[in-house]
């Protein structure tokens, strides 16, 4: 089970990289491509935020490459140095998707509040399954038994809980990167091929949510198989 386990691992952590790889390839492309506007990403943001009257959702400039996130509970939209200051494509791309997400907790969007309630879920899952990870190696699922059963259910319940998670994840990306690219149009901050741009550079960051949910999605499956399996 345990080679089964890594072959399974090896190929999506394969797939992942690749489209992450490409994701970064486009990143690089359409931020030598200057918006007409001239707005930096912290710009467009703030801009996004006032068209939809949110007023009490901060923009800040975090750290790192690609970390561009929205925090529900700080309501805090964190943007990382070259997409905050950034007065290209790629920028305007990120930046007004980020804020797709805050319009969304403004608006009660029903599949970002059901991914916010299963986070404390997912944490629990991730720090579980490291566990049993563990006792897969030793040989602990070895056998069979009801020691065995309740391990390998175990992982069936925490991948289920995993899979649901990166489920629900893409209708909440794909929504805000719809609402981005609506706002970014019909407001003229991007123009012709700049849009196109833009919906290049967030397609690829969605395929990024579809590679993860279908490995996890895989993975759960595997240990689903598994266990009824081991009950015959």
């Known amino acids: 089970m345990y080679m089964g386990y890594m072959?399974?691992?090896?190929?999506?952590?394969?797939?992942?990289?690749?489209?992450?790889?490409?994701?970064?390839?486009?990143?690089?492309?359409?931020?030598?491509?200057?918006?007409?506007?001239?707005?930096?990403?912290?710009?467009?943001?703030?801009?996004?935020?006032?068209?939809?009257?949110i007023h009490d959702v901060k923009i800040v400039q975090g750290q790192g490459s690609l970390t561009d996130h929205y925090n529900p509970r700080s309501k805090t939209i964190a943007l990382s140095p070259e997409v905050f200051q950034g007065?290209?494509?790629?920028?305007?791309?990120?930046?007004?998707?980020?804020?797709?997400?805050?319009?969304?907790?403004?608006?009660?969007?029903?599949?970002?509040?059901?991914?916010?309630?299963?986070?404390?879920?997912?944490?629990?899952?991730?720090?579980?399954q490291q566990f049993l990870f563990y006792g897969m190696m030793f040989g602990m699922f070895a056998g069979g038994g009801m020691l065995g059963n309740m391990l390998m259910l175990a992982l069936v319940l925490t991948f289920g809980a995993t899979a649901l998670f990166s489920l629900v994840t893409l209708p909440v990306e794909f929504d805000a990167s719809r609402r981005a690219l609506n706002w970014l149009d019909e407001t003229g901050n991007t123009h012709g091929a700049e849009y196109d741009g833009a919906k290049d550079a967030l397609w690829w960051a969605a395929m990024t949510y579809v590679a993860s949910a279908l490995g996890a999605l895989v993975m759960f499956l595997y240990f689903l198989l598994r266990f009824m399996g081991s009950q015959d």
């Open 7 to 53: 072959l399974i691992v090896g190929a999506v952590t394969l797939v992942g990289w690749l489209i992450s790889s490409r994701l970064k390839s486009k990143f690089r492309q359409y931020s030598q491509m200057r918006v007409s506007s001239g707005k930096s990403g912290a710009e467009i943001a703030r801009d996004m935020l006032e068209h939809y009257g």
């Open 87 to 128: 007065r290209h494509v790629a920028a305007a791309a990120v930046a007004s998707h980020e804020c797709g997400h805050a319009v969304q907790h403004a608006e009660a969007y029903a599949m970002l509040k059901t991914r916010s309630a299963l986070v404390p879920v997912v944490q629990f899952s991730t720090k579980a």
